[in-house]
């Protein structure tokens, strides 16, 4: 039975950023800085979700659990993680 990769991410006013993690390791991990552009970082936080579940999709993980860090489950966090539900990846 394989590990399940655990997903952190920290958010903050200006960034995201996502780590995958097994057994202590990092796997790999992203950051996404907000700029000034025409979509609001809710939307461009679910940009970054979708390119992040696809490459934890190339790395061939299908199942994640998902690690919030005492973020409540709103905005741009949950557009995060629903970016990875929509690249095919479970929860």
Same mark, same amino acid.
């Given at each position: 039975? &394989?590990?399940? !990769?655990?997903?952190?991410? =920290? @958010? %903050?006013?200006?960034?995201?950023?996502?780590?995958?993690?097994?057994?202590?390791?990092?796997?790999?991990? #992203?950051? =996404?800085?907000?700029?000034?552009?025409?979509? &609001?970082?809710?939307?461009e936080s679910s940009k970054?979700?979708?390119?992040?579940?696809? !490459?934890?999709?190339? &790395?061939?993980?299908?199942?994640? %659990?998902?690690? @919030?860090?005492?973020? #409540? =489950?709103?905005? @741009?966090? #949950?557009?995060?993680?629903?970016?990875?539900? #929509?690249?095919?990846?479970?929860?």
């Amino acid at each position: 039975m &394989k590990k399940r !990769i655990i997903v952190k991410i =920290y @958010r %903050s006013n200006t960034s995201i950023e996502a780590q995958a993690i097994d057994a202590d390791q990092t796997v790999f991990g #992203k950051k =996404y800085i907000f700029e000034k552009q025409d979509d &609001k970082p809710v939307v461009e936080s679910s940009k970054f979700g979708f390119d992040f579940g696809n !490459i934890i999709i190339k &790395k061939g993980i299908k199942r994640i %659990s998902f690690d @919030r860090n005492l973020n #409540k =489950y709103h905005g @741009r966090v #949950k557009s995060f993680a629903e970016g990875i539900r #929509k690249s095919g990846v479970e929860f």
